[in-house]
């Protein structure tokens, strides 16, 4: 008989947070996206029928509750995530504020220019407010066809996204890289969320 000697490995796993944050002053979040929704159109970026705020139209001064929940955020990014990635120094790139009312949705897009995407839900309520929807970047959905498993459920590595309900006060963090989408929100509550983008505060290596 044969003797095999193997040394496994992962080899680029999708890491994924999903966090429950409590204490978080929503109301004054809400009010103030609102206050900022009705002063601007926003712009389309992967919203399909809902509003995005612009990145730059943010106004001051920020509510007490936006700065908690930011600067926790971050630390909690460069502390605890860190222990995954290994990357402890990132900072605040951007962020901006998601409405979805009934009927509009996030198409599928990722994060260019961050290192680490996040979003946290204001308020995310009802049976069907749209799923979080992680997709695979490679062509592994050509191959899953091939494979045979009879009665057994699909191995984990076979699956081709991650698909789970968002709710209020809920963090969502992956890699910006990742491609994800929002569905229909069918439900008649505004789905209000925050997203935040985290890059590396140390200066790319110079090629010598």
Known sequence: MLEFKSNEATLFPTPFWMVQIK???????????????????GVEKSNKGGWHSHPYEIIEPYPEAFIELVEDTTKFVNQYCSQLTGIDNLGLGNFWFNVNPKNTYNHLHDHQGALLSAVYYIQCEGDDPGNFEI???????????????????????????????????????????????????????????????????????KNE
């Not at 191959?143 to 984990?156: H, I, N, Q, S, V």
């Not at 698909?163 to 929002?182: A, C, E, G, M, R």
């Open 23 to 41: 204490g978080v002053d929503n109301e004054s979040l809400k009010e103030y996206c609102y206050s900022i929704k009705e002063n601007s159109d």
């Open 135 to 205: 997709c695979r970047g490679d062509s592994a959905e050509y191959f899953m066809k091939a494979a045979d498993y009879g009665d057994r459920e699909t191995p984990w590595f076979l699956f081709p996204n991650y698909i789970i309900k968002p709710l209020t006060n809920y963090l969502f963090i992956l890699p910006s890289w990742v491609k994800h989408s929002v569905g229909i929100n069918n439900t008649d509550s505004d789905r209000i969320s925050l997203a935040m983008n985290f890059a590396s505060l140390a200066p790319f290596p």
